[in-house]
């Protein structure tokens, strides 16, 4: 199986794959689609599905409901790809399945295509410039008929999200921000979610690893329910040399850690444990317990060596904080200094003694204006506000000890 579009139907534990595979037509090797099906998560797969023609797969709201489109038209499934039954000879292709059965989306340019008969007819709308610019535009479905989303890329690296309770005949702005940036729609209505990405560099193992933010939003938009900020491990090893999974480290009586975990399936002949970039104990087993640390940050990963002479470095640093005496102090202002203010392009964030995790900017009613990041575990953050209209905004900086907010000045 290779790495394809990942689909998932209402179904605890029902998701999908589809991926391609090379067959022979009058002698002449063409690249297929191929539907692969997991009902545990997708812990184990079986393939369900490999016509031998170009095609495309699309998930819907109901149970064991999937379509494929191409060959001789479109085909529609409802026991999780077994058997699929022709509905029609029409094969166009749409971005999203809706919420009722054989009703699809799609987004060219700035029309909007709706249908509710499985690709016979077509609603065409053209959405206004302000929604969609150029060919860098995608369509999503909502949570309750008729909403769906859109999102787009514009000029100087403007990413906007809108949203139109109508089946696409009205829209207005729910998310905007500077730079890249994913979209997801969820099932529940009103909310949706925000990814951004970025790749690190660490000197302490030397080695590459992801960093992924997910803001939840709420209200369509209106609110900021969560961010989640999720490490991913720091390369990519081959199978006959796995990285260590589920590296987990608690404290435990005040200064002590106990550290854990997943023993690979494979022969392993030992491992490295390592503290803040120094190793600290070789050892045969998968828990280590550290006394009596001093106070401080504490990181901690694992090197495994292989009996075929392969090193792989733990997937996750698990950090811990040691503090014996007193309670820390939430974030101060003091501790982040954001200069030059007032501004008319840039703003460095600089941190001193807190991680920060996030930071988006309010104009004088309080109202989000767009840009909120998640930026990288160093000192210094670049916040680019030369998109603003000139005038007063404040900084939402959440830290990994509170959030600090600082009154900026755009020029």
Request: aromatic share 14%; glycine share 8%; net charge negative.
């Amino acid at each position: 199986m290779q790495t394809g579009s990942i689909m998932a139907d209402v179904t605890p534990g029902v998701v999908y794959n589809a991926d391609w595979y090379m067959a022979y037509v009058d002698g002449q090797p063409y690249d297929f689609d191929r539907l692969w099906f997991s009902n545990d998560y997708g812990k184990t797969w079986e393939v369900r599905d490999k016509p031998v023609y170009q095609s495309r797969y699309y998930v819907s709201d109901f149970e064991g409901l999937i379509y494929r489109t191409g060959g001789d038209g479109t085909h529609k499934s409802t026991d999780y790809a077994e058997t699929f039954v022709l509905i029609n000879n029409k094969k166009l292709s749409a971005k999203e399945s809706g919420l009722k059965e054989c009703e699809f989306f799609a987004l060219i340019g700035r029309g909007f295509y709706h249908t509710y008969d499985c690709f016979e007819n077509y609603i065409n709308i053209t959405i206004d410039p302000e929604y969609v610019y150029g060919n860098m535009s995608d369509v999503f479905r909502g949570g309750l008929p008729g909403e769906v989303y859109i999102d787009s890329w514009f000029p100087n690296n403007i990413y906007k999200v809108s949203f139109s309770a109508d089946t696409g005949y009205h829209f207005r702005v729910v998310h905007q921000r500077q730079g890249s940036a994913a979209f997801m729609s969820d099932r529940k209505a009103r909310d949706f979610h925000i990814v951004t990405s970025q790749a690190i560099e660490t000197q302490q193992p030397w080695g590459f690893y992801a960093i992924i933010c997910v803001e939840h939003y709420t209200d369509y938009g209106e609110t900021l329910a969560n961010i989640y900020y999720h490490e991913l491990q720091r390369h990519y090893p081959s199978v006959d040399c796995l990285g260590i999974m589920d590296l987990q480290a608690k404290v435990e009586n005040e200064n002590n850690v106990l550290l854990s975990w997943e023993m690979p399936e494979t022969n392993v002949a030992g491992f490295y444990l390592y503290r803040n970039g120094t190793l600290i104990k070789e050892l045969q087993e998968n828990t280590y317990f550290d006394e009596n640390l001093p106070d401080g940050d504490h990181n901690y990963y694992v090197k495994a060596l292989y009996a075929n002479g392969c090193e792989s470095l733990s997937y996750n640093v698990a950090k811990i904080t040691i503090q014996t005496v007193g309670i820390g102090e939430m974030g101060k202002e003091s501790d982040i200094v954001v200069y030059p203010n007032p501004s008319n392009g840039e703003l460095q964030v600089t941190s001193y003694k807190l991680r920060v995790m996030s930071i988006e900017i309010f104009d004088l009613l309080g109202k989000s204006v767009g840009t909120n990041l998640c930026v990288r575990p160093e000192t210094e953050t670049i916040v680019n506000i030369s998109h603003l209209p000139s005038g007063m905004y404040f900084l939402r900086i959440q830290t990994d000890n509170g959030i600090v907010t600082k009154k900026i000045i755009k020029q």
